[in-house]
Nanobody, 118 residues
Framework: QVQLVESGGGLVQPGGSLRLSCAASGSIFNIYTMAWYRQAPGKQRELVAGITWGGSTNYADSVKGRFSISRDNAKRTVYLQMNSLQPEDTAVYYC????????????WGQGTQVTVSS
């Protein structure tokens, strides 16, 4: 069974850091774009950052300079390093990936809670 499993969420004080991980498992032939989204209470899900197979990245304006997305293709894992966290970053963070199974198919992880509070 193909799935994305996130880890690394939690409670952090303003100004702190967290690193999220998302590992893809199952019968996967290719991994294309991987990305992180987030959804705060009462708000729509939004793209935080994305990364292509070749390593090209894009970020939401609200996280530029604070968050960094990376991937390890051998480990089928994408990371999100989050620095200088603020209360407005509080949300459920979801991993998303286009996987070749073998047809190119979009998958979501189950989500991990990030809470920024003093």
């Amino acid at each position: 069974q193909v799935q994305l499993v996130e880890s690394g969420g939690g409670l952090v004080q303003p100004g702190g850091s967290l690193r999220l991980s998302c590992a893809a498992s199952g019968s996967i032939f290719n991994i294309y774009t991987m990305a992180w989204y987030r959804q705060a209470p009462g708000k729509q899900r939004e793209l935080v950052a994305g990364i292509t197979w070749g390593g090209s990245t894009n970020y939401a304006d609200s996280v530029k300079g604070r968050f960094s997305i990376s991937r390890d293709n051998a480990k089928r894992t994408v990371y999100l390093q989050m620095n200088s966290l603020q209360p407005e970053d509080t949300a459920v963070y979801y991993c998303n990936a286009d996987l070749g199974v073998p047809a190119r198919t979009n998958y979501w992880g189950q989500g991990t809670q990030v809470t920024v509070s003093s």
